[in-house]
């Protein structure tokens, strides 16, 4: 793993957001590549738990989506959570034990036993928030942007585990998820992005469009409202706007690029948006952001449209 070092005299905070190289074409900021250790070291942790037990424990909910690699929007708990042996949930010293809702087997991966994926992107779905839930139910269906990546599991298979779901709002929440999930999302920016877009009323866009000029195709955009004659670009790379990282080249070659197929897809006859994490992820933001852009909004038409109420 190597670094692109600052020498330049700025402040010592902005070294921490320097990038690493983590693999061949493949870039992430310190805080990311922390954000993979701790996921590997949960996992280290649910080993060392399995090893202790008499009998291998049957992962669940965030305990079971960090064995199966999905992505969780926020710190997984602290508490290891497994499928309860008798009927009942039941909490002591660090471990919560949960009455399972699907009847499918226990799958194994890495190792470890967990509850099947549908099963567990249900299970969160109906116990964290809408937008969480379709972070991890877009990578589940995940196809890849040419359907070269196989699906984790189906719609179908997640409509049935939500259907399953005992607490009646956990079980709405759940649904309305599998219902909304789309396996063309590339990001969990873009899932996040496309809920919180939901949740504050915008019409839904059509999803990873090509555009093509007199030269071929030079784009795939991620939200596009064609009689809006908007197009919308989720963008994860705040290290582009950030002046400690201008001085390099790669850098500069990106946002030139970058600025080229802007002006490409507006002469063909969209405005491009860009928005980054700190918007897309917050409702409030992102409902600020989509008015300003002359964004039609209407929350209680769309929130109908997908069976959720407000505070989803």
């Known amino acids: 793993m190597t670094a692109l070092h600052d020498t330049s005299s700025a402040p010592a905070r902005l070294h921490r957001l320097h990038l690493r190289a983590v693999e061949p074409g493949r870039h992430a900021t310190l805080k990311q590549v922390g954000r993979q250790r701790s996921a590997r070291q949960h996992v280290e942790r649910l080993r060392l738990f399995a090893a202790m ?16 690699g999905l992505p969780l929007l926020c710190p997984p708990p602290a508490t290891v959570h ?27 991966k890495r190792d470890l036993l967990a509850t099947p994926v ?10 964290t928030s809408f937008v969480e839930g379709v972070v991890l139910a877009d990578h589940a269906l995940q196809t890849g942007a040419y359907g070269e990546r196989v699906p984790l599991t189906t719609r179908e298979e997640l409509l049935e585990s939500a ?3 005992r607490d009646p709002q956990e079980r709405r929440r759940a649904l309305a998820v599998a219902r909304f999930a789309d396996g063309r999302a590339e990001s969990p920016l873009e899932s996040v992005s496309r809920a919180t877009m939901a949740l504050v009323g915008a019409p839904p866009p059509d999803l990873q469009v090509r555009l093509h000029d007199l030269e071929g195709v030079f784009a795939r955009l991620d939200f596009v409202w ?5 197009a919308g670009e989720a963008d994860g790379a705040e290290k582009l706007q950030h002046p400690a990282f201008r001085q390099f080249p790669d850098v500069r070659e990106a946002l030139a ?20 994490w ?27 449209e997908l069976e959720l109420g407000p505070g989803s």
């Not at 064609?226 to 908007?230: A, E, I, N, V, Y």
């Not at 080229?260 to 006859?269: L, P, S």
């Open 257 to 276: 690029a970058r600025t080229e197929r802007d002006r490409r897809i507006e002469a063909v006859g969209l405005r491009v948006l860009h928005w980054r």
């Open 226 to 230: 064609p009689g809006l004659g908007l």
């Open 53 to 68: 037990r008499s009998r291998p424990p049957v992962f669940a909910y965030w305990s079971a989506a960090l064995v199966h």
């Open 278 to 304: 700190a918007t897309g992820r917050r409702v409030d933001l992102m409902r600020e952001f989509l008015r300003r852009e002359g964004v039609p909004l209407d929350p209680r038409t769309r929130l109908g």
């Open 163 to 165: 259907g399953l779901l």
């Open 82 to 108: 497994v499928a309860a042996v008798g009927s009942a949930d039941h909490a002591d010293h660090g471990i919560v034990a949960h009455r399972r809702t699907g009847e499918r087997p226990a799958v194994r």
């Open 118 to 127: 549908p099963e567990t992107v249900a299970a969160l779905a109906g116990r």
